[in-house]
């Protein structure tokens, strides 16, 4: 009995362990469409983070809700703004949440040269 009560504590920390990975942020699902030094779905990172010019002003329009208004690569280039919605979803899934994490990540990528 002792030993099944301290398998089943045992596997509940395991889970409390998964559930944290799970909603941490981690920036290797950007790369499906990002790259630091050159565009791929969306812009390039080395260009996103000139336009922003530090993480906390990139975290700041995170944290505003990232509204397309605010987004300064569609302001730079209106190339990107037919995108915009797919973006969108990726800030919901992905960054809401972990907003300074996020844009700390992406400039630790730029500074590092790969995401
Ligand atoms: C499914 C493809 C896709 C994924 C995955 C993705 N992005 Fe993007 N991203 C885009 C596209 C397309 C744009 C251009 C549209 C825009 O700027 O809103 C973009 C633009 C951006 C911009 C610039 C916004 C602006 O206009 O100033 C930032 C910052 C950004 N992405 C961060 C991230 C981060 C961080 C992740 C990972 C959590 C991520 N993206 C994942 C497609 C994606």
Known sequence: MKKALII???ASIGMMGVATE????NVK???ACHAVAKNKVGPAWKDVAAAY???DALAAVFKGGF???DR???QANGKWKGKAGLMTGQFKHLIKGHEDEAAK???DAVAAGKI
């Open 8 to 10: 089943a504590a045992v």
């Open 22 to 25: 799970a909603s941490a942020f």
């Open 53 to 55: 010019g530090s993480a």
């Open 29 to 31: 699902k950007c790369k």
């Open 67 to 69: 509204k397309v208004g």
């Open 105 to 107: 990540a992406l400039f």
């Open 72 to 74: 300064k690569m569609i």
